[in-house]
């Protein structure tokens, strides 16, 4: 597998929008999907993380309940990039944000464990 690449984050007032970018180079070759999560800022991700989109080599996403209808996750195979794009953000949606290439499985992608990127910092304020 190969550690993706996190880029795009940045401090917005609610209701502001960013847009992720997560890149690495022939992810889909060993991977059957990118999840995105965050943790807060200085808390262990292993243990306070939020899976917050996947979305599979096939295109098939999932999103979490807090993020339905504002956040959308799209794959660019030419970039090999993988896109968050936030809008209506609010202050919870502050954090790290990571991404990680991972195993689709019932229709979640499952991180692979050392893999993930150094995350993107993302505050939002209000």
């Known amino acids: 597998r190969v550690q993706p690449v996190e880029s795009g984050g940045g401090s917005v007032q609610t209701g502001g929008s960013l847009i992720l970018a997560c890149t690495a180079s022939?992810?889909?070759?060993?991977?059957?999907?990118m999840t995105w999560f965050r943790h807060p800022p200085g808390k262990r991700p292993e243990l306070e993380s939020e899976d917050v989109a996947d979305i599979s080599t096939r295109g098939l996403t999932r999103y979490a309940d807090s993020v339905k209808g504002r956040f959308t996750i799209s794959h660019d195979a030419d970039r090999n990039t993988v896109y968050l794009q936030m809008i209506n953000l609010k202050p919870d949606d502050t954090g790290v944000y990571v991404c990680?290439?991972?195993?689709?499985?019932?229709?979640?992608?499952?991180?692979?464990?050392?893999?993930w990127g150094q995350g993107t910092h993302v505050t939002v304020s209000s």
């Open positions: 990680a290439p991972g195993d689709w499985e019932d229709g979640i992608c499952y991180a692979a464990a050392g893999y």
């Open positions: 022939g992810w889909t070759a060993s991977s059957d999907c």
